[in-house]
């Protein structure tokens, strides 16, 4: 049958449009394709990543199991590397024993740890001040603190907790506490030490600076003292002038550590866990008290005047 030109031409550009059709269909599977295989890849590698980060905590538990401290890291914040054939896994490793215990510690030392992250002397009395009175099981106000009144004023819907803090996290709760001095405080604060003092032989830097008088550079030459003593096996060097109120000989119990793993196609995943070594003349055990997938904190990770110590997965 002969169609009319008319009708021809309208057969034409049904033509045309069913070909744009099938052209943008294909386009569209051929994107979705691609990105299925993308966010498989991606998925793929997180979890290679992960794995790795899995095997560098174990690798590092396997040390601190190690019956004889001077076999076992020093767990002062030092970064370990540890090279695979996959890729490599960064684990900094930090004895709670090192840090200040918020649950525990006096205001002078509190606000002295906030002096030394460089926040003003009122702001850091004040917030000494609100952590106590956050903690403490009364309703009375310290001098510079802060109490259920205080909070409801500032327009919170919750007051001071009178308990004892169950996490780190929970200090971004207390009245005055923002988060870039949050940030930068959360290093070098525990609740597992349960101990007024800390201890210096595994402080990190700005803890050392709240702990004693002596000038950065002093402090910074015995953190290089320590490391190589305890690298050598010898013994510790003298500690800095620590007030004795600030002081504690407790280390190696408590540990956290975050590990990053990283692919050889650069894919990051990691883990952040706190434990609890146990060590026995014939055996030793741990008890996980936190893990949790590790987030890039917003700080920096200060290490210092340390070294990298790079550990070999194959001879540890």
Do not use: C
């Amino acid at each position: 049958m002969i169609l009319p030109r008319q009708k021809k031409g309208y057969a034409l550009i049904a033509v045309l449009w069913v070909l744009v059709l099938l052209t943008v269909l294909v386009a569209g599977l051929s994107a979705s394709s691609r990105q299925t295989t993308n966010s498989l890849e991606a998925f793929a590698g997180g979890v290679q990543a992960r794995y790795l980060a899995d095997g560098g905590i174990r690798l590092v538990i396997l040390n601190l199991l190690d019956p004889l401290p001077a076999n076992r890291l020093l767990g002062d914040g030092q970064l370990i590397t540890v090279e695979v054939d996959d890729g490599q896994v960064d684990v900094v490793v930090t004895d709670e024993n090192g840090k200040i215990d918020i649950n525990a510690a006096n205001e002078l030392l509190l606000t002295r740890l906030f002096e030394s992250l460089s926040v003003d002397e009122k702001k850091s009395e004040q917030l000494a001040a609100a952590i106590a009175d956050y903690r403490d099981e009364d309703d009375l106000v310290r001098l510079n603190g802060v109490e259920d009144a205080d909070y409801l004023k500032a327009g919170l819907s919750y007051g001071a907790k009178d308990a004892l803090f169950t996490s780190v996290d929970e200090l971004k709760q207390v009245l005055g506490m923002d988060q870039e001095i949050f940030n930068a405080v959360r290093p070098y604060v525990t609740v597992y030490a349960r101990s007024q003092g800390v201890n210096p032989e595994v402080a990190p830097l700005p803890v050392l600076m709240a702990l004693s008088d002596d000038s950065v550079g002093m402090l910074e030459s015995y953190i290089d003292q320590r490391r190589q003593a305890h690298k050598d096996g010898l013994p510790m060097p003298s500690v800095p002038q620590i007030d004795r109120q600030f002081m504690s000989r407790t280390r190696g119990v408590i540990y956290t550590m975050d590990a990053v793993g990283v692919t050889e196609k650069g894919k990051q995943s990691g883990v952040t866990t706190t434990l609890r070594v146990r060590r026995g003349r014939n055996q030793a055990s741990l008890e996980i008290l936190a893990w949790k997938p590790y987030i890039k904190p917003e700080y920096e990770l200060t290490l210092g005047s340390f070294e990298v110590q790079e550990l070999d997965a194959d001879n540890e």
